[in-house]
């Protein structure tokens, strides 16, 4: 594997425990169990942001279906392509309610500027600094927005979409001919195939 590539390794008797149990989608279409998303998620963070990520796969049990490895690609691929698809819209929302925030925020301060030139000569200074200091503190929330908080979840954009667009590899470890019977999702035949399967039209770094 070349220095610019990072390999993701996790190790599983069977493929489902990588799902969600008790989601009832297709096969193709179930959520990650929390548990792998962590993992993969968290490995993929402290890779280089240049690196080219890819997933490799230990199995406990021989090949089954001659389609698992596209199979488990696919549904891997549509669950980050998801969770980037849902973070774009939440830092759609975020800018959203950073717009209105802002205009509301700029509103109240200009109120309190003119309130604290209208009041500050009567009623004394304390009063005219608290009008200015509640205007300046409702601008808070909008700049929070617009300096922090939407980098995090644009950085997790990047991130979901390399893991959206990674090549998966399955490597099988175990001796029960018979386990792919039990795991899923279930084939009707067993098909002889090599060893090391790559999802077609992906490359694994060596």
């Known amino acids: 594997m070349s220095a610019a590539s990072e390999l993701i390794e996790i190790h599983v008797a069977e493929l489902r425990q990588l799902f969600n149990s008790i989601d009832p989608s297709p096969f193709e279409e179930k959520d990650l169990d929390p548990k792998a998303e962590e993992f993969i998620v968290g490995w993929a963070r402290e890779a280089p942001l240049q690196a080219a990520l890819a997933l490799r796969v230990y199995l406990d049990r021989p090949a089954g279906d001659l389609e698992e490895t596209t199979a488990l690609t696919e549904a891997v ?58 205007g300046w503190v409702a601008m ?36 029960d001919a018979e386990a792919w019977r039990q795991d899923w999702p279930a084939v009707s035949a067993r098909q002889p195939r090599a060893p090391l399967t790559d999802a077609p039209g992906h490359r694994l770094p060596q």
């Open 77 to 134: 691929h549509q669950f980050f392509a998801g969770r980037e698809q849902v973070t774009r819209r939440r830092l759609k929302q975020m800018f959203r309610v950073g717009r209105i925030s802002l205009a509301i925020g700029i509103l109240f301060l200009g109120i309190s500027l003119a309130a604290g030139s209208l009041v500050g000569e009567r009623l004394g200074g304390m009063l005219r600094e608290g009008l200015l200091i509640g």
């Open 140 to 175: 808070w929330r909008p700049l929070e927005i617009f300096l922090y908080d939407w980098w995090p979840l644009r950085a997790d954009i990047r991130l979901f979409g390399r893991l959206s667009r990674m090549p998966i590899q399955i490597r099988y470890t175990g001796s």
